[in-house]
């Protein structure tokens, strides 16, 4: 005989499911808060090292008073630290703006070249491109130094911005090649019907539609060039290179390590890659999702 549950029972039982659900819910939710602190706290405590030890003065900037805070407030270190990077920040600018632009209009057309001009080898000539990516940078400075000194290319931005630009060019190649590929092909068939060629359809058609993929390669290659040190090391000196020669420098110091100065400096040479993070970093993922899915 099957037993009928009253109104009452039912409103009662359904309180009570909700009431289980909310506990393992609220349960859930506090131990990824949990987690998510954890590693919020280990994110953030060099960044309290870093601007807490650039207020200190020289007796206090010292390893066994790492976690202090600074008895006196010092901001001499910060002046100090613009005094040395002003001038390679600029230095800095004048390259990573024209190597990012450059990288990301070369990886636009070889992107959409290979995606949709199926030419015999294309795919050798992608796969031989990608190669470019798995190269480590130590593996091409000695080549690289031999080939600049045979073209006669004095050390400076210029060199560093041709370096940069063509060691950009396999992985912004990819990023628009993925993108160009989820573009319907209705769209080109549709340009091809109304007359227009290869380049008209690029330029009219397919670079329009390219803002999400530019704004990633755009990114990349900024703060790729702006963090690189090793090609700077090479190819520039302390007096033409960016900043991250000149940080190198005074960190290390000429008598001993000046830590406040030091700390200081890498809060500003590090100032401009997190603001276009901050400002551009949902556009970022978006162009990353945007080429993703097919169609």
Same mark, same amino acid.
């Given at each position: 005989m099957s037993v009928v549950a009253t109104p009452q029972e039912t409103r009662k039982l359904r309180v009570n499911r909700k009431r289980n659900e909310g506990d393992g819910s609220t349960a859930s939710k506090a131990i990824r808060y949990a987690i998510l602190i954890f590693f919020l706290a280990v994110v953030l405590i060099p960044v309290y090292v870093l601007i807490v030890t650039s207020f200190k003065g020289s007796g206090e900037a010292d390893p066994t008073r790492t976690w202090y805070l600074p008895e006196v407030w010092n901001f001499e270190n910060w002046q100090r630290a613009w005094d040395a990077l002003a001038a390679p920040l600029a230095r800095t600018f004048t390259?990573?703006?024209?190597?990012?632009?450059?990288?990301?209009?070369?990886?636009?057309?070889?992107?959409?070249?290979?995606?949709?001009?199926?030419? !015999?080898?294309?795919?050798?000539?992608?796969? /031989?491109?990608?190669?470019?990516?798995?190269?480590? $940078?130590? #593996?091409? *400075?000695?080549?690289?130094?031999?080939?600049?000194?045979?073209?006669?290319?004095?050390?400076?931005?210029p060199t560093l911005i041709l370096a940069h630009v063509v060691y950009g060019i396999p992985i912004t190649t990819l990023i628009f090649r993925n993108y160009y590929e989820s573009v319907p092909q209705e769209l080109i068939e549709a340009a091809r019907v109304d007359g227009a060629g290869m380049l008209r359809t690029y330029a009219s058609v397919v670079l329009p539609i390219s803002i999400p993929s530019f704004v990633v390669v755009l990114i990349?290659?900024?703060?790729?060039?702006?963090?690189?040190?090793?090609?700077?090391?090479?190819?520039?000196?302390?007096?033409?290179? !960016?900043?991250?020669?000149?940080?190198?420098? /005074?960190?290390?110091?000429?008598?001993?390590?000046? $830590?406040? #100065?030091? *700390?200081?400096?890498?809060?500003?040479?590090?100032?401009?890659?997190?603001?276009?993070?901050?400002?551009?970093?949902?556009?970022?993922?978006?162009?990353?999702?945007?080429?993703?899915?097919?169609?």
């Amino acid at each position: 005989m099957s037993v009928v549950a009253t109104p009452q029972e039912t409103r009662k039982l359904r309180v009570n499911r909700k009431r289980n659900e909310g506990d393992g819910s609220t349960a859930s939710k506090a131990i990824r808060y949990a987690i998510l602190i954890f590693f919020l706290a280990v994110v953030l405590i060099p960044v309290y090292v870093l601007i807490v030890t650039s207020f200190k003065g020289s007796g206090e900037a010292d390893p066994t008073r790492t976690w202090y805070l600074p008895e006196v407030w010092n901001f001499e270190n910060w002046q100090r630290a613009w005094d040395a990077l002003a001038a390679p920040l600029a230095r800095t600018f004048t390259l990573v703006i024209p190597s990012s632009i450059i990288s990301a209009i070369l990886g636009s057309m070889n992107g959409y070249v290979l995606s949709r001009w199926r030419f !015999p080898g294309a795919n050798v000539v992608f796969t /031989l491109l990608l190669f470019g990516m798995f190269i480590p $940078y130590q #593996a091409v *400075m000695i080549p690289l130094m031999k080939m600049v000194l045979a073209m006669g290319l004095p050390n400076g931005i210029p060199t560093l911005i041709l370096a940069h630009v063509v060691y950009g060019i396999p992985i912004t190649t990819l990023i628009f090649r993925n993108y160009y590929e989820s573009v319907p092909q209705e769209l080109i068939e549709a340009a091809r019907v109304d007359g227009a060629g290869m380049l008209r359809t690029y330029a009219s058609v397919v670079l329009p539609i390219s803002i999400p993929s530019f704004v990633v390669v755009l990114i990349w290659q900024f703060t790729s060039a702006w963090n690189d040190f090793l090609f700077a090391l090479f190819l520039t000196n302390t007096e033409t290179g !960016p900043v991250t020669l000149s940080l190198n420098n /005074l960190a290390h110091g000429s008598i001993m390590a000046d $830590y406040g #100065a030091s *700390m200081a400096g890498a809060l500003i040479a590090s100032a401009p890659t997190l603001i276009v993070y901050v400002l551009l970093g949902k556009y970022f993922v978006g162009g990353l999702m945007s080429g993703s899915v097919k169609g």
